[in-house]
């Protein structure tokens, strides 16, 4: 199709909509892949497994639907929310304890460090997992984050995203 279009004035948009695609593909790959492994895995080893509850905040839905996927394969519940106000809201409705909130960096209306800040009253037992795609030479992160916060670089494996996951849990249950 792409091939076809010439300078049509459609074109960009089925670039997109090709690069969409192309994540997709990857990101089912990474699934599958993970997955596969697992069911190896759980035949040689005792990835214990996670009891906590986890909030994602994410704007990209691949990525926060993988990390829903990944996370609940390891045993954790999971709430996710796509913005800093829908997240909020979870926080105010959900009854049980969230153990930690995973939230991407950069996000509209409301970046991850502004939502931990907002629910932190609410849910002060509540570790902070920053994650972003965005490379701190990019100085977007310098801007946002903390020298002592602890981040998940994107794109992540799933081994990645489950040893910084415990690594967070495990420092809040020694403390």
Do not use: W
Not at 26 to 50: K, V, W, Y
Not at 139 to 149: A, K, N
């Amino acid at each position: 199709l792409l091939e076809g279009l010439g300078d049509h004035p459609l074109r960009r948009e089925v670039e997109v909509i090709a690069g969409a695609g192309k994540r997709a593909a990857s990101l089912t790959r990474q699934l599958l892949a993970f997955s596969r492994r697992q069911a190896i895995e759980a035949d040689t080893l005792p990835e214990a497994r996670g009891t906590e509850t986890i909030l994602v905040v994410e704007d990209e839905t691949m990525v926060r639907e993988l990390a829903r996927e990944l996370l609940e394969m390891s045993g954790y519940t999971v709430l996710e929310a796509s913005h800093g106000r829908e997240a909020l809201r979870l926080c105010r409705t959900h009854g049980n304890p969230i153990h930690l909130l995973l939230t991407d960096v950069v996000m509209p209306h409301m970046n991850g460090q502004e939502l931990a800040r907002t629910l932190a009253p609410l849910r002060p037992d509540m570790k902070v997992l920053y994650m972003s795609g965005y490379t701190e030479e990019a100085g977007v992160l310098r801007e946002i984050l903390d020298s002592d916060t602890i981040f998940l670089q994107k794109p992540f494996t799933p081994d990645a995203l489950a040893d910084k996951v415990r690594t967070v849990l495990n420092a809040a249950r020694q403390n």
